[in-house]
């Protein structure tokens, strides 16, 4: 007899198992399939703007192909790509960093996660302003790590304060995930208010992780005041993730940029090193082209964002009982629907929740959009304006009618 216990199926583990999906991938994978079985949809589900990568970032992946850049790179990156992110970092930071205080990532989700993993320890709890970025609270429990959601409603402009973040702190709190501007809301912290929160954070001893990928895009005249260059205490006190997928318009290229203290750096390299080892070589020139080449696409393509927000804003209005928020940034809406939950749909389901909303969307109107549950905002949907202004004036439409259908 054998000594070996048999067993009759291979299961996840716990922890694997525990994960959830992306809600909004998800969302956007449905309405895809969709399309593709012939379905007429609009989808404004994804959060990628709608561009090509500029054309002078392209050809610098082309030539990083023809002369054999295929190889392996140094985990955190090629040297001269960390060199330019240093000006460029300290640049939109307002803070000075050295080359081993800046590491290539796979992404900024992934730079977002290195910086987490690196410093929480489980049962720690890491405040989160609410509504959030689906990724966050995934990462945070993979990590054994505790969620303290701050709520901010549109009454606040989706903006937490001081006073509602001191009504979370605990003593187990030990950090903090700024997104400004956010997505879902596309709320956009002004200076003032970003040095509160970094003058709160630095009173209460609490770390800031900050989520700066939409930094370029926004849409008021204030410059940009980053919460990371607002706090005076050194370096190991922030978390700075950012990348080129949202302002460069390289979402596929897989670039984020991680910046921090020398020994969280070495951390986080360490991490990358034993599990996807260094970025893409190829999306790694095609990043060094971006930071270090023109910038005049990118003030193009915020410009054409800023123009849809506008036109979209004014559809948007015109939809009775709709509560939307003017977004100072990112390329979202985030919208109220609570007045319109508990009605029916005309084939006489009621529509309870904004997951079943958006469902009828969908399924009904031809049009996706994405549920504010995974937001941690039930009763919201966000909606991408990262479409053709065609394309929004059409969703806009399906909306309305969506909408005036209920009862
Ligand atoms: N952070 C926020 C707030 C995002 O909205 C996104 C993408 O939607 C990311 C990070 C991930 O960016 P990347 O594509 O660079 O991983």
């Known amino acids: 007899m054998s000594s070996t216990t048999q067993l009759n199926s ?6 694997m198992s525990s994960v959830e999906g992306s809600p909004t991938m998800a969302l956007n994978a449905k309405a895809m399939a969709l399309q593709a079985a012939g379905h007429d949809i609009v989808n404004l589900a994804a959060g990628e703007p709608d561009f090509d990568t500029p054309v002078h970032i392209r050809e610098a992946a082309q030539r990083a192909m023809d002369t054999g850049k295929t190889h392996y790179t140094p985990t955190s990156g090629i040297p001269e790509l960390r060199e330019a992110l240093v000006g460029w970092v300290s640049e939109r930071t307002g803070r000075s960093y050295n080359t081993d205080q800046i590491m290539v990532t796979a992404g900024t989700k992934f730079g977002v996660y290195l910086g987490l993993a690196s410093y929480l320890n489980p049962g720690d709890e890491v405040l989160v302003p609410a509504p959030y970025w689906v990724s966050y609270p995934s990462m945070i429990s993979m990590l054994g790590g505790r969620q303290i959601s701050v709520w901010a409603g549109p009454e606040k402009s989706y903006k937490v304060s001081v006073d509602d973040l001191d009504k979370a702190i605990t003593t187990r709190t030990r950090g903090i995930i700024f997104n400004s ?8 912290y002004t200076r003032v208010e970003t040095e509160g929160i970094a003058e709160w954070a630095q009173r209460r001893n609490v770390w800031i992780l900050s989520d700066e990928i939409y930094s370029s895009l926004r849409y008021v005249d204030e410059p940009y005041c980053s919460i990371v260059g607002a706090d005076s205490r050194s ?8 990348g080129f997928s949202k302002a460069y318009a390289m979402t596929g290229w897989r670039i984020g940029v991680l910046a921090a203290s020398t020994n969280l750096i070495k951390a986080a390299t360490r ?5 996807t080892s260094c970025p893409s070589s190829i999306s790694q020139y095609a990043a060094l082209a971006a930071v270090t080449g023109p910038q005049d696409e990118v003030t193009r393509m915020r410009d054409e964002f800023k123009s849809r927000r506008d036109r979209t804003q004014a559809l948007l209005e015109d939809i009775e009982g709709l509560g939307v928020c003017e977004p100072h940034g990112a390329f979202y809406f985030f919208l109220d629907v609570r007045e319109f939950l508990g009605r029916h749909a005309p084939d006489g389901s009621t529509l309870d929740t904004s997951d079943a909303l958006c469902t009828y969307f969908l399924d009904h109107c031809g049009i996706a959009v994405v549920p504010g549950e995974g937001f941690g905002a039930p009763g919201y949907i966000r909606l991408s304006y990262a479409s053709k202004i065609e394309t929004l004036t059409e969703a806009a439409s399906r909306l309305k009618q969506g909408f005036e259908a209920l009862k």
């Open 10 to 15: 291979v299961q996840l583990s716990t922890w």
């Open 271 to 275: 991490m990358a090193g034993q599990t």
């Open 235 to 242: 370096s190991e006190w922030q978390i700075l993730a950012d």
């Open 181 to 188: 501007p956010s997505n879902p809301t596309g709320a956009a």
